[in-house]
């Protein structure tokens, strides 16, 4: 996936926000190593059973996460929108999940959206075509 190259800062978070994000942040680290297909799999049944999460819900875990690990405030996109992901759905929550690549220049990324608009990213998220996805209001890829 893409590399940033500044790091986002965190927020303070209390201690109980603080366990749940490191629980989602542990999962995500070994869930990523999954092949594509099966982290496809595994989400989409993660995303079972779960409500919308409104862009406000996904933003707050988006930072909870990159709060509480080094490697999701920077590098890594992967583990971080999977941990996005899974800390939302820990609170009953599903944003869409969803991976792409741009060709000019060649970059892949991983983003997590609601409503069709990127949570916590810049605006050239609009640039990437979505290869792989889990949303919410289908349950599967697009």
């Known amino acids: 996936m893409s590399m940033q190259v500044v790091g986002e800062t965190g927020t303070r978070l209390p201690w ?8 989602a942040v542990g999962a995500a680290r070994f869930l990523v190593l999954l092949p594509p297909r099966r982290l496809r799999q595994v989400l989409t049944l993660a995303a079972r059973g779960s409500r919308a999460a409104s ?9 909870a996460v990159v709060t509480v690990s080094a490697r999701c405030a920077g590098r890594g996109c992967l583990q971080r929108s999977v941990a996005t992901v899974l800390l939302c759905r820990l609170r009953g929550r599903w944003p869409d999940w969803c991976t792409g690549f741009r060709t000019q220049p060649f970059r892949a990324h991983a983003w997590v959206e609601v409503a069709a608009q990127a949570v916590g990213e810049s605006g050239d998220v609009a640039l990437f075509h979505t290869v792989m996805s889990v949303r919410k209001r289908d349950g599967g890829r697009r």
């Open 16 to 23: 109980h926000r603080q366990l749940s994000a490191r629980a």
């Open 55 to 63: 862009h406000t819900q996904a933003l707050d875990a988006r930072r």
